[in-house]
T-cell receptor, first 110, second 114 residues
Framework: RKEVEQDPGPFNVPEGATVAFNCTYS??????FFWYRQDCRKEPKLLMS???SGNEDGRFTAQLNRASQYISLLIRDSKLSDSATYLC???????????FGTGTKLQVIP | DTGVSQNPRHKITKRGQNVTFRCDPI?????LYWYRQTLGQGPEFLTY????????KSRLLSDRFSAERPKGSFSTLEIQRTEQGDSAMYLC????????????FGDGTRLSIL
């Protein structure tokens, strides 16, 4: 089983739609969680950290479920500019390296 | 804020040649990471430095790969006797000492082996 798993998509959604991605992780000792966004042939850019209590940044909401070992990202009112690959990132306790999922591709359609 | 800087942006070389990439992290960041990314995959961890000390290395980092960060500032990643399977995007990231802080990535170096 992979350490971090994501549905690769693609998710094709119309502008204005709400879309949600899930990411599961296998190691219960995982401590830090992030969502990154990566545009085609560009570097990953931090979208948001994921906190235990859940957190929101504008149209984006991230949640953590430790019992079921998954994190989620909700995007409301999708924009064309949201089209990208969304990478789930997990760091285990005691390690500095992080593990990336393979990413979920989102395409927002006019 | 100058961000993480990598060069070259692209490198095309023949199989068997040696290549070296450079990464300049965000100046106040103590930690520096190297990753490799191939098409359709997320970045895969290669190695990590805290200041000049190389503290973690992935099993992906074969003996043809070596990384240094001699003064705790910029880092180099060298690949000797390149193989076609080395073709990938090589990403560098840096972060603050606090482990809960995210990593910030450079633009990457795209390596193509002919």
């Amino acid at each position: 089983r992979k350490e971090v798993e994501q549905d690769p998509g693609p998710f094709n959604v119309p502008e204005g739609a709400t879309v949600a991605f899930n990411c599961t992780y296998s190691n219960s000792a995982s401590q830090s969680f992030f969502w990154y966004r990566q545009d085609c042939r560009k570097e990953p850019k931090l979208l948001m950290s994921v906190y235990s209590s859940g957190n929101e940044d504008g149209r984006f909401t991230a949640q953590l479920n430790r019992a079921s070992q998954y994190i989620s990202l909700l995007i409301r009112d999708s924009k064309l500019s949201d089209s990208a690959t969304y990478l789930c990132v997990v760091r285990k306790t005691g390690y500095q390296k992080v593990t990336f999922g393979t990413g979920t591709k989102l395409q927002v359609i006019p | 804020d100058t961000g993480v800087s990598q060069n070259p942006r692209h490198k095309i070389t023949k199989r068997g040649q040696n290549v070296t990439f450079r990464c300049d992290p965000i100046s106040e960041h103590n930690r520096l990471y190297w990753y490799r990314q191939t098409l359709g995959q997320g970045p895969e961890f290669l190695t990590y430095f805290q200041n000049e000390a190389q503290l973690e290395k992935s099993r992906l980092l074969s003996d043809r790969f070596s990384a240094e960060r001699p003064k705790g500032s910029f880092s180099t990643l060298e690949i000797q006797r390149t193989e076609q399977g080395d073709s990938a995007m090589y990403l560098c990231a840096s972060s603050e000492t606090d482990s809960n802080q995210p990593q910030h990535f450079g633009d990457g170096t795209r390596l193509s082996i002919l």
